[in-house]
């Protein structure tokens, strides 16, 4: 069974930095794209960063110059580097990634739990 673990989340002061990673584990035969999304209370889930196969990065505004994302495909495992955060920041945050297996050849989509982030004041 394929999962998505998150770690790395937890309380911060703002201007402070987080590094996330999201493991994949399982019968994974190949990951094509990486997603970091975040919901904080009262809101919908949002897209904050994502990484191709091929290494493309896309960033929310919010996170433009602040957040970078990365992979290591050798290891199954994108990581969310987040520096200067903000308390707006605050949220939970959610790996996805698009993935395939041996007994699944099209691509599908998989979500990790998700980590908490709280940036304080």
């Known amino acids: 069974q394929v999962q998505l673990v998150e770690s790395g989340g937890g309380l911060v002061q703002a201007g402070g930095s987080l590094r996330l990673s999201c493991a994949g584990s399982?019968?994974?035969?190949?990951?094509?794209?990486w997603g970091w999304y975040r919901q904080a209370p009262g809101k919908q889930r949002e897209l904050v960063a994502s990484?191709?196969?091929?290494?493309?990065?896309d960033y929310a505004d919010s996170a433009k110059g602040r957040f970078t994302i990365s992979r290591d495909n050798a290891k199954k495992t994108a990581y969310l580097q987040m520096d200067s955060l903000r308390p707006e920041d605050t949220a939970i945050y959610y790996c996805?990634?698009?993935?395939?297996?041996?007994?699944?050849?099209?691509?599908?989509?998989?979500w990790g739990q998700g980590t908490l982030v709280t940036v304080s004041l």
């Open positions: 990484i191709t196969a091929g290494g493309s990065t």
């Open positions: 399982g019968n994974i035969y190949g990951i094509r794209a």
């Open positions: 996805n990634a698009g993935v395939r297996t041996s007994y699944r050849p099209e691509y599908y989509e998989v």
